[in-house]
Structure formats: structure tokens, C-alpha cells
């Protein structure tokens, strides 16, 4: 049988690791990467209308790059190849829906998440002894599926707090709930069950793979947060991912989590741009006063959400917090003006980067998928929902080979 999923990697590998120097060339200030400048995209990126940029972010650089002046052929090739290798199929599971009095205390959207997964999970949960919902949260999937399935389901989650919530909950079911930290121990499994993470981050998401390859046993994982992760980098779990040199530093890992939209899950693209826009101006503000700042590292200690209050907030919390003096009004006006010149020089820069968001996030779970194919599963990767119900909604559905202990 053809290793589906090691073809699918094969064929986004081919497109993206000869782009892997814009995938792990971050756009920091408004001064053109290497990778721009040598591959002479420059000046027609820095030409970009006001109306076309906007039009970029919210659609995607693959999107319109069609009807862009002056394109470099180079770009077009790429933004054309980069979507069409990031394609995946719609998973053709209908929804599940569980009775109404099972998701009193679920959250809308999160309601949407468990109808497509469970649909998604239902034939594999039928083969199944019992569920383990690794990151349970409050425990909704674990909960749910125990009774949707009428099955044993276990929850596994490192907060003690959601533990004791989840149990609540799920009193009088056939699910129960241990706190662990699924990090730092073991993680053992029999062949019958069912291994389910839902948005399962980073690191977390490569211990479930190689759990359910060496148990053998059955896996369905939406991830999520790929950037959370122990070391400073990825390897690759496949053989093909191996030979290709996908290896990920934890900063381009970050870049999938970027979904050209415009309108977020949680604010508007506008919103979210005006934020990054004052996290710029934080960041030059305390580079200004003598601080060795990276990026990101500005935020340190303040709720991101606090970056939609403007420059003066976040200074003032910023240069408390490393008890420096207040910022002032001369100040914050400089670098607010600095800041929005260069910032809006850096949007341009970043489009194709921002382009090879989702085809990076695509090879990583291709990878995992392969994987676990090289190890014997029939695995597949396939979208489980709409983006307006998570931009993370890539599944693996992963069949273990049936041993003799789940043989009927």
C-alpha cells in the first residue's frame, strides 16, 4: 500500500526547504532580509499599495499575488506552489452532536470543535476499549465521548484545578480525570486505546505520535502551538522529514500560528496589526533607554492583550516592571512615529514569510503522520473543521495495525 502521508511530506518538502531561509528569517526591523534582497524582491514588496498590503494580509500573498503589478515571477511561482502544497483534504465525517444537556457548560465555539471531532473519531472509537484525552482541559471531549461512545474515557491534565472541575462535571460517567504532566512522565498506553489530543501544543503533540506508534494504538491529534517546545528547535519524527533536513528552530515553529484572515478569533486583523504596531514601538522605546530587548521579549511579564491599549500602557508597565523611570510624553510620541514608518516597511517585508505560515505548519504534521505510516499506522492528515471555528484545525487520524490484543 503507497505511504499516502510520506508522499503528501515528500511534496511539501519540495517546496519548502528550499524556502527555509525566509521561513526562519524573521522580519525584526524595517531593514530587508537577506533572503528578500537576494532573491529581488525588495523594491517591488516596499511598492505595494496601502490597498494591496491590506488586501495581502487579509487574503494571503497566494491569494492575490495574481493580480499584483509587477510581481517577481520568482514570488508568484513560489506563493502558487507554497498554497497547492499546503492543500489538504476536508475530513468527510459529518458532525456528531451530543444531546443538548451534555454541552450546558461548553463554550460556543468550543461546542463546534467537539461535534467535528467527534464525528472525525467515532469509527476508531468503536474499536476502542478506552479513550485517553491527553490536555483535557475541563475534561468536555473526555466526558462527551465517554458517553457518546458509552465507553471508558480517561482524561489526562497537569492543572490539578481543571482536574477537580472536569470530575465535577463528569460525576456519574464512564469518564475519570488524573492530574499529570504528560511533559515530564511517561506516557504508556495499550493497544485498544484511542489516543485523542485536541489542540495538543508543541512538544506535547510529538510524545502523543511516538506514544501511539510504540503502544501500538489508535491517534487522532489537532495541534496546536507548535513554537512550545523544550529546546531551542524540532527534529523531524520521519525518516522522510530526516532525510530532507526538516529541522525547525522554536521561532519559525512560532510562524504557524499566523492565518491571513481578516477578521481573528479573537479581534479583527486591524486590531491585531494595530497591536503588533505598539509592541514595535515598545520594543524601540527600551532598545532607546539601553536595554538588550529581542523581540517578543518586550512583552515580558504583560498580558499580549494589553498590546490594544496603545504605547503609553505598555510602557508604563514595561519600564515599571524593570524599574526604570516612566516614559514621557516626548517619548512615547518619537517612537510611535518611528515605530509606525517602520512598522509599516516590516508588513511588506514579512508577506512572503507570512505566506509559508500554513505550508510549515502542514510539514510538521505531515511529518508526525509519516511517521507513524513508517511505523505501520494508516495515517492521514485532513482539515476537521472550519477556520472561523479555529485557524488550528488540522487533524491526524491515525489507524494502528491491529494486533492480537484488539483483534475481535
Do not use: Y
Not at 3 to 31: C, F, H, K, N, W
Not at 47 to 63: M, V
Not at 127 to 138: C, E, H, K, S
Not at 374 to 396: K, L, M, T, W, Y
Request: with cysteine; charged share 25%; proline share 6%.
Amino acid at each position: 500500500m503507497p505511504l499516502l502521508a510520506a508522499q503528501a511530506l515528500e511534496r511539501a518538502l519540495s517546496v519548502l526547504v528550499p524556502a527555509l531561509d525566509i521561513v526562519e528569517g524573521r522580519v525584526d526591523d524595517d531593514t530587508p532580509p537577506a533572503w528578500c534582497e537576494a532573491r529581488g524582491w525588495t523594491g517591488f514588496l516596499l511598492s505595494l499599495s496601502d490597498d494591496d498590503l491590506a488586501r495581502c494580509e487579509s487574503a494571503g500573498l497566494s491569494a492575490c499575488i495574481g493580480d499584483l503589478a509587477g510581481a517577481p515571477p520568482s514570488l508568484t511561482e513560489l506563493a502558487l506552489a507554497a498554497a497547492e502544497a499546503a492543500r489538504l483534504p476536508r475530513h468527510a465525517a459529518l458532525p456528531l452532536a451530543p444531546p443538548a444537556d451534555q454541552l450546558q457548560s461548553v463554550p460556543a465555539r468550543k461546542r463546534l470543535q467537539l461535534e467535528s471531532l467527534l464525528g472525525a473519531v467515532a469509527p476508531m472509537a468503536a474499536r476502542a476499549r478506552r479513550i485517553v484525552d491527553v490536555g483535557a482541559g475541563r475534561g468536555h471531549f473526555t466526558r462527551i465521548a465517554a458517553e457518546s461512545f458509552d465507553v471508558d474515557a480517561l482524561g489526562i491534565e497537569r492543572e490539578p484545578a481543571r482536574v477537580s472541575a472536569a470530575a465535577a462535571l463528569a460525576e456519574g460517567t464512564r469518564a475519570l480525570f488524573v492530574a499529570s504532566d504528560a511533559l515530564r512522565e511517561d506516557l504508556a498506553f495499550a493497544p485498544d486505546d484511542l489516543l485523542v489530543g485536541l489542540h495538543a501544543c508543541g512538544e506535547l503533540g510529538d510524545r502523543m505520535v511516538l506514544s501511539a506508534a510504540n503502544a501500538p494504538c489508535d491517534l487522532v491529534l489537532v495541534s496546536c502551538c507548535l513554537q512550545k517546545i523544550g529546546g531551542p528547535a524540532r527534529a523531524p519524527l520521519s525518516q522522510v522529514g530526516a532525510r530532507a533536513g526538516l529541522v525547525l528552530r522554536r521561532e519559525a515553529l512560532g510562524l504557524t500560528n499566523l492565518t491571513a484572515r481578516p477578521v481573528g478569533v479573537e479581534s479583527s486583523l486591524e486590531d491585531m496589526l494595530s497591536a503588533r504596531g505598539h509592541r514595535h514601538a515598545l520594543l524601540r522605546l527600551l532598545r532607546a533607554r539601553g536595554l538588550d530587548v529581542s523581540p517578543g521579549e518586550e512583552m515580558r511579564g504583560i498580558n499580549r492583550r494589553r498590546a490594544r491599549f496603545g504605547l503609553g500602557e505598555l510602557a508604563a508597565r514595561a519600564l515599571s516592571l524593570r524599574g526604570m523611570a516612566p516614559a514621557t510624553e516626548a517619548e512615547i510620541r518619537e517612537h510611535e512615529r518611528a515605530a509606525h514608518l517602520a512598522f509599516s516597511r516590516m508588513r511588506r517585508l514579512s508577506l512572503p514569510r507570512s505566506m509559508l505560515a500554513r505550508l510549515t505548519e502542514v510539514a510538521v504534521v505531515l511529518d508526525r503522520a509519516a511517521a507513524l505510516e513508517e511505523r505501520g499506522h494508516e495515517a492521514q492528515a485532513a482539515i476537521v473543521f472550519d477556520p472561523d471555528v479555529s485557524p488550528r484545525n488540522i487533524a491526524i487520524l491515525a489507524r494502528a495495525p491491529v494486533t492480537r490484543a484488539m483483534a475481535p
